[in-house]
């Protein structure tokens, strides 16, 4: 049974991986701002808290020499993450977005002008998204984003390419919350079983498609 410490288990994104990993068998020790402890005996520590608890996860990960899955964006420095464990900074635990991702990447070589729409809740912090923020690297700098906050939209990720009398578009839509959940562990489960090192979600997921 793999263990996981889930830092940030009471904001939305932790209730949710939490019930998941519960649901699938995994062994949970939620923490909060309130946790005092930093020692968990686990496999892998998922920080889905905001910036400033990324120090807690850090410790937990060192003490029990787990591996450390980072969900939260908007992050300053991520100069301070373990050099000798396995870690993974995932700006979108999406499935899907991977896929788009690797199909932005064929975009990008070919160059153009591309228009980039985001969409998510009233409730989220950061903007433009660190997925946009993603994409964009592979679409090239002649990409231009919107984003848009409102309502309760768990997230939408629209790419136009212009071209000379013809326009492609390319949709990823997140029709519940409980997608990033699924995906984290996924990739919690995949980098369990990774030597220490920095690794992409592109890396991870990809190993899905070996």
Not at 72 to 80: M, V, W
Not at 102 to 109: D, F, I, M, R, S
Not at 168 to 191: D, N, P, T
Request: glycine share 10%; charged share 25%; hydrophobic share 40%.
């Amino acid at each position: 049974m793999m263990k996981l410490a889930v830092v940030g288990s009471s904001g939305r994104l932790g209730r949710l991986i939490v019930s998941e990993a519960k649901q699938k068998g995994f062994s949970v020790y939620e923490v909060n701002r309130d946790t005092k402890e930093s020692f968990f005996e686990c496999d892998v520590v998922i920080d889905a808290s905001l910036p400033e608890g990324l120090s807690k996860s850090i410790a937990i990960a060192k003490s029990s020499k787990a591996a450390l899955l980072v969900l939260s964006t908007g992050h300053s420095s991520l100069e301070n993450l373990p050099g000798d464990l396995p870690v993974c900074v995932a700006a979108n635990a999406s499935f899907g977005i991977f896929l788009l991702k690797k199909l932005c990447n064929v975009l990008g070589q070919f160059g153009g002008d591309f228009e980039l729409i985001e969409t998510h809740h009233t409730l989220k912090k950061d903007k433009p998204s660190g997925t946009a923020l993603m994409l964009k690297e592979s679409l090239g700098e002649n990409t231009h984003i919107t984003s848009i906050r409102g309502g309760t939209v768990p997230g939408e990720h629209e790419i136009r390419y212009f071209g000379e009398f013809e326009e492609l578009r390319l949709i990823h839509r997140a029709e519940k919350r409980e997608l990033f959940a699924v995906g984290a562990l996924r990739l919690a489960s995949i980098l369990a079983k990774k030597a220490p090192g920095r690794y992409t979600t592109e890396e991870l997921f990809s190993s899905l498609l070996a």
